[in-house]
């Protein structure tokens, strides 16, 4: 596959696909960093179920310790026979000393006795009723007797005394120091600590001030609850709230976890631990789990700025080295793409392209164009290679300036040019148009000459061909052009291709031809008008193929000169009259000088001189009785050699003949400098001549000039006796023409002038 530059539209799809690829990579790190922070919660809330389970477990101790220390101590007075009042006291002081006991009073028989005595007390004796009445033998809460708004931890402990009374015990235990125990200490720095009595009547609090919860709420768990549920109407706030009750109540101990608008969207969690020693007695462990994961999320937080500052520094990178690839792109499609002389595209540049265009706009006719300048050579000539080169490049703007994005116009070589174009109905019009504004330009520039495009054109039916078959095509109708003056666009049609295959199969069969003899030679005689007589002949080529059909020079000696293989028919043509001639020689006929045409590119081979010598010495052929014809036109490119070969030529005495003078750009210093023997006027001149007074002025002149530089003079193309009548009017005496003689068969020439 043929390797393109990246257009733009691409260079888009690329810088896309990128920025997926990073979106891609930043939603990747999204969940992933998402999931860390996943399990770094569930780590966190495994802690906080750690530390709320130790908190119950050593609360759980307390309450144990507690009854256990209180009911020890009591079982003294059932094993003392006779319990005095200074007994009693000493036990319930005994009881009062402990850890954790605030006060111990002994009842019996509506009796209180204290560490210090008989008390004789209303209050106590409520307090005590109370206890009675509930006929509580478990630890439980009891509004305080000596404090107003303030409940106590009460533990009774029933005494049957050896005796045979009956009393109680009632250990005193201040609740409101409960969450001072040291083995609080470090729980309560995490947590807002809460004991709780069924009434929803708070024994004792510990909330750290870091703790965000306003005081006054949490003094009633059923108002602290609806607080936190603040906006809670829906039903999940409902579903929790009921979730703490039931595990208050149904000492269903359970973890809840809330997020409350009331807590500013903070979550915290709610675990309510029943005690198993106390009756109706809870603590409530708030845990503030934000705070906690806020260290999380500050680590989360930190590795997100890390992977953004990665993400901008591989952006910038990644910025760079694009910023480079375009500029190195741009350095390589000028080496690769870009035409010297125009600044526009290339060849190169245009299959690629050109093919990627009509790939992609398939619905759109297009058609593929050559076109050359006809006699570029002379513009730059006359106006220099600056100025043509600015022809050159105006083709170019030109093109661009009318034509759409879609259509393509470059410089192949020299004066070819390449162009993609849409094949509307205006094409034709556009196309004169171009021409018109190429022309407006180069006269502005101070060009006279006239600038002639001719356009080969090959439409486009898809992509049904490699695009240099396609520019192969198009070349191949504006090839069709270069003989003719008028025409100036030529489609790739069937006539042409016929033309090529004609162009293949004389280039297949040409060797074969030669070998075989299908190349014969024919003499067309040439007058000398003044003596009335034959004056010699000229050798011109005929092919005469197998199935005797007869092709005439015009059609294959171009294509022969193009391939080069001129060289060996000339050389044919040349050694076929010389030896014939050198025969009818021996036999005693009477010859005359033959010319033979010789191609420019003959001219042109080193070795040509030799070859001619050898030739001639071969058939051992008076040397000026051979006369070499050479167009004037193929003196036209270096001068200098052919003037030289000509020379050489000349020092052998062969005789020279300057074919077509007056086609061409005739050039009368041409025959100053050139060894020229013959001067042969070409029949479109003449012709043109004999109608128009100057032009028989300039004929009659040329005759002169030339019979003073002492080169003989003859016309070619002389059809009836008015030609030869003025001919010889104008000096001429010799004639060339199907007034005296068509070319025919060499055999028929020599029986006709040699052997008479
Ligand atoms: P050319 O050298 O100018 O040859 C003269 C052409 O004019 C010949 O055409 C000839 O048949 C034609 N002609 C002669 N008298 C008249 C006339 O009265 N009226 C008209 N209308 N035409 C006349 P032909 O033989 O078809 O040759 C065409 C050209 O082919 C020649 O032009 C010459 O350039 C080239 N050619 C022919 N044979 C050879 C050859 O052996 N070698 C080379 N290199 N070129 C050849
Ligand atoms: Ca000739
Ligand atoms: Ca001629």
């Known amino acids: 596959m043929k390797s393109r530059l990246i257009s733009a539209k691409e260079m888009k799809m690329l810088v896309f696909s990128v920025a997926m690829a990073y979106l891609i990579c930043a939603v990747i790190c999204f969940f992933h960093i998402r999931d860390v922070r996943g399990t770094f919660a569930e780590q966190i809330e495994e802690g906080i179920g750690d530390s709320v389970d130790q908190i119950e477990s050593l609360s759980q101790d307390f309450f144990y310790d507690l009854d256990t220390y209180v009911r020890e101590c009591s079982r003294e007075l059932e094993t003392e026979e006779n319990l005095s009042v200074s007994y009693i006291g000493a036990v319930l002081s005994g009881i009062e000393n402990g850890p954790h006991v605030e006060r111990a009073i002994y009842v019996r028989n509506d009796i209180i006795y204290t560490s210090s005595g008989i008390v004789i007390s209303e209050t106590l004796n409520r307090f005590w009723e109370d206890t009675k009445k509930g006929n509580l033998t478990r630890m439980h809460i009891a509004p305080s007797v000596i404090r107003d708004n303030a409940y106590n931890i009460v533990v009774p402990v029933p005494i049957k005394e050896k005796s045979g009374q009956t009393g109680y015990v009632v250990a005193v235990y201040d609740s409101t120091l409960f969450f001072d125990e040291p083995m609080f200490d470090r729980m309560k720095s995490e947590n807002a600590l809460f004991l709780v009595g069924k009434d929803g009547v708070i024994l004792d609090e510990s909330v750290n001030s870091d703790f965000d919860i306003d005081n006054n709420k949490m003094k009633d768990p059923d108002m602290l609850v609806r607080t936190l549920f603040l906006a809670g109407n829906n039903t999940e706030s409902k579903k929790s709230i009921q979730t703490i009750r039931n595990s208050f109540f149904n000492k269903n101990h359970r973890m809840v976890y809330i997020e409350s608008p009331a807590l500013d969207g903070d979550e915290v969690y709610i675990n309510t631990l029943v005690m198993n020693d106390i009756d109706e007695v809870a603590i409530v462990v708030f845990t503030d789990f934000s705070k906690r994961l806020a260290k999380t999320d500050f680590f989360v937080g930190k590795t997100w700025i890390v992977l953004l500052i990665i993400i901008v520094i591989t952006l910038a990178g990644n910025l760079v080295v694009w910023k480079y690839l375009q500029s190195s792109t741009v350095r390589i499609e000028r080496m690769a793409y870009v035409d010297d002389v125009t600044k526009g595209k290339n060849l190169n540049f245009f299959r690629q392209e050109a093919a990627h265009i009509i790939m992609t706009n398939q619905e759109v006719p297009f058609v593929i164009q050559r076109f050359d300048i006809a006699n570029f050579r002379y513009l730059n000539e006359a106006y220099g290679h600056m100025r043509a080169d600015e022809v050159l490049k105006a083709c170019i703007d030109i093109y661009t300036s009318m034509y759409s994005e879609k259509e393509l116009c470059v410089r192949m070589s020299s004066d070819q040019f390449l162009t993609l174009t849409v094949n509307d109905i205006d094409i034709k019009d556009k196309r004169e148009r171009y021409v018109e504004a190429l022309n407006h330009y180069s006269h502005e520039k101070g060009i006279k000459y006239p600038i002639n495009l001719k356009f080969g054109v090959y439409q486009v039916r898809k992509m049904d061909h490699d695009i240099d078959i396609m520019i192969d095509r198009a070349n191949v109708a504006r090839k069709s052009l270069l003989h003719s003056k008028n025409e100036h666009v030529a489609y790739y049609t069937d006539a042409i291709i016929q033309d090529m295959r004609k162009v293949e199969n004389i280039e297949a069969s040409k060797q074969k031809a030669l070998e075989t003899g299908e190349f014969k030679v ?140 007056g086609s061409g750009y005739s050039s009368l210093n041409l025959l100053k400098d050139m060894p020229f023997d013959v001067l042969k006027i070409d029949r479109e001149f003449f012709s043109e001549s004999i109608t128009s007074e100057s032009s028989t002025l300039i004929l009659r002149k040329i005759i002169e000039m030339a019979d003073g530089l002492g080169i003989e003079v003859i016309c070619e193309g002389v059809e009836n006796q008015d030609q030869v009548d003025l001919l010889k009017d104008l000096g001429c005496k010799r004639v060339q023409g199907y007034f005296y003689s068509r070319p025919i068969p060499m055999e028929d020439y020599i029986k006709k002038y040699c052997m008479s």
Not at 625 to 641: I, P, Q
Request: charged share 35%; with cysteine.
């Open 522 to 661: 024919y003499l067309q005689a040439k007058w000398d008008i003044i003596n009335d007589h034959v004056a010699g002949a000229e050798a011109l080529v005929r092919w005469i193929k197998e199935d005797g059909n007869m092709v005439f020079p015009d059609e294959f000696i171009p294509i022969f000169e193009e391939n080069g293989f001129i060289e060996q028919l000339d050389f044919y043509m040349l050694e076929s009259v010389c030896r014939r001639m050198a025969e009818v020689k021996k036999e005693g006929g009477t010859i005359y000088p033959v010319s033979v045409n010789q191609s420019r590119v003959l001219l042109h081979n080193p070795d040509y001189l030799d070859k001619i010598r050898e030739i001639f010495t071969k058939y051992d052929i008076p040397r000026d009785f051979v006369e070499l014809e050479v167009t004037e036109t193929s003196l036209a490119d270096n001068k200098e050699h052919m003037v030289e070969v000509l020379k050489e030529l000349k020092d052998e005495h062969v005789r020279l003949d300057m074919d077509d003078f």
